[in-house]
Every structure is written in structure tokens, then in C-alpha cells.
């Protein structure tokens, strides 16, 4: 799952806009639904609250400013914290959060 947010979150950011986090949580589940009956049987109801649940998330870390316009923004780190997320080799996660 956290390769999923990280897939997610940068290619997002790449583009900066949320609408390509949509198509890929779109494409995410399409995918899930391939390979499992039990993902398949669930209602559009389900996907569309899980979509609301990742964008409170990324709006509560900081990553979107608004939950209804969803801009993206880069979060302002303090160098203490990125020095510990390199220490312990999260690299991929600082990348994704950073757009480096």
C-alpha cells in the first residue's frame, strides 16, 4: 500500500494536479478488480468514498490546500526531518512527497 501512495502522490505531483491522482486510483482499482472477485462485487458507492478518504488524507498531511479545489502543494520540510527519512533509507517516500 505504501507503493501505491508513493506511486500515486508522485505522479501527482509530476503533473500538479489531482486529477491525475484520480485516473491512477482509477486505473489502481481496475486492476485490484482484475485480480480479485471479492474487489470486483464492490459498489461504486465503495470506490468513491475510498477516493475521499485518500484526498482527506493527503489533505490532512498537507499535500492538497483545499478538500473541494484539491491544489497540490509541495509541504515545507524542515531539513532535520529529511536528513532522518534519508537515514533511514525512505529516499523513494522523500522523492514522492518532495517531487524531487
Known amino acids: 500500500m505504501l507503493w501505491y501512495a ?3 502522490i ?4 509530476l503533473e500538479f494536479r489531482i486529477e491525475a491522482f484520480c485516473v491512477t486510483t482509477n486505473i489502481y482499482f481496475k ?3 482484475e485480480q480479485s472477485e471479492r474487489i470486483a462485487g464492490w459498489a461504486d458507492y465503495t470506490y468513491y468514498k ?3 478518504v485518500f484526498i482527506r488524507i493527503l489533505y490532512e498531511a498537507g499535500f492538497i490546500n ?7 502543494v509541495k509541504p515545507i520540510m524542515p531539513e532535520e526531518i ?5 537515514k533511514e533509507k525512505g529516499d523513494q517516500y522523500l ?6
Open 95 to 100: 522523492s514522492a512527497m518532495l517531487a524531487i
Open 31 to 33: 486492476h485490484k478488480a
Open 82 to 86: 529529511i536528513n532522518h527519512i534519508k
Open 50 to 52: 475510498l477516493k475521499q
Open 6 to 8: 508513493y506511486v500515486l
Open 66 to 72: 483545499d478538500q473541494n479545489k484539491r491544489e497540490i
Open 10 to 13: 508522485l505522479s501527482a505531483y
